[in-house]
């Protein structure tokens, strides 16, 4: 298989690693910056892309995303090489210099707003536009976002976290778009999101003395976890968001 993994944060690298256990898999890792790549054992067959250097070339700043244009020239960079089977967009913001999750309304700022917002929905969604095209047609390949069990409206019963919340459901409405308009130029396409758990990260290490005892999970056991997830979906599941355990996350 083609694999390309976007991010290397935790979960991104940890899924680089799952995938790349099979030498016969070829697997594409685009990072933010030059450093991040850890190719560990499977070097041979794991290509570090760095969006940085895009984007110097171009004259830009990666301060929190690339460009439109910086992603279309990584994606078609990595399209000279033949369709892809796996697309994982495993990127994300819950906080950052200056930004953390809202606990009241009084603590919303249009900036806060968006930046989680264009790191959690837009950059996900202008990734979508240029790596769905390129999934394989002659059998089931997936694009695949990371999303999050709070940005499910259905299941929200605890409030806060607005900027997190409302940017994860906004990419899962993304995704479910996006499948719609993929299964209609690929047949054998799915577009879902994910939902990893709650993993040992810097995303949520300043929160971890909240989650339950066995509910933290290491990186390598989400990756495998979502490994699993992705190889096992059928053709129902195009639009839909998976947790970790293959459950369904509603919308």
């Known amino acids: ?40 054992e499977h070097q041979n067959n794991v290509h570090a892309m760095c969006i940085k250097e895009v984007a110097d070339e171009l004259g830009e700043s990666t301060l929190f995303v690339p460009s439109d244009e910086s992603v279309r020239r990584l994606a078609s960079e990595v399209a000279a090489s033949g369709p892809l089977d796996r697309v994982i967009v495993a990127t994300g913001m819950l906080h950052s210099n200056g930004i953390t999750p809202e606990k009241s309304l009084k603590a919303l700022s249009y900036e806060s707003l968006s930046t989680v917002f264009m790191v ?64 209609r130029a690929n047949p054998n396409a799915l577009v879902v999101g994910l939902h990893p758990g709650t993993v040992d990260s810097d995303l949520s ?24 997830v992705v190889e096992s979906l059928g053709p129902e599941a195009n639009g839909r968001v998976f947790a970790w355990d293959g459950r369904v996350v509603p919308y």
């Open 1 to 40: 298989m083609r694999v390309v993994v976007i991010g290397a944060g935790a979960i991104g690298r940890a899924l680089v690693s799952v995938y790349a256990k099979d030498p016969s898999n070829s697997v594409y890792n685009l990072t933010r910056r030059e450093g991040q790549f850890v190719g560990g």
């Open 120 to 183: 959690n929905a837009f950059y996900p969604a202008m990734v979508a536009k240029h790596f769905i095209p390129l999934l394989a047609k002659h059998e089931t390949s997936v694009f695949a976002a990371l999303s999050a069990r709070v940005g499910s409206i259905e299941d929200n019963h605890l409030g806060g976290w607005y900027a997190y919340r409302a940017s994860k459901a906004a990419l899962n409405m993304l995704l479910k778009t996006a499948s719609i308009e993929a299964r």
């Open 205 to 228: 290490q300043p929160f971890q003395s909240r989650v339950p005892k066995g509910k933290l999970f290491s990186a390598e056991f989400a990756a495998q976890q979502l490994q699993s």
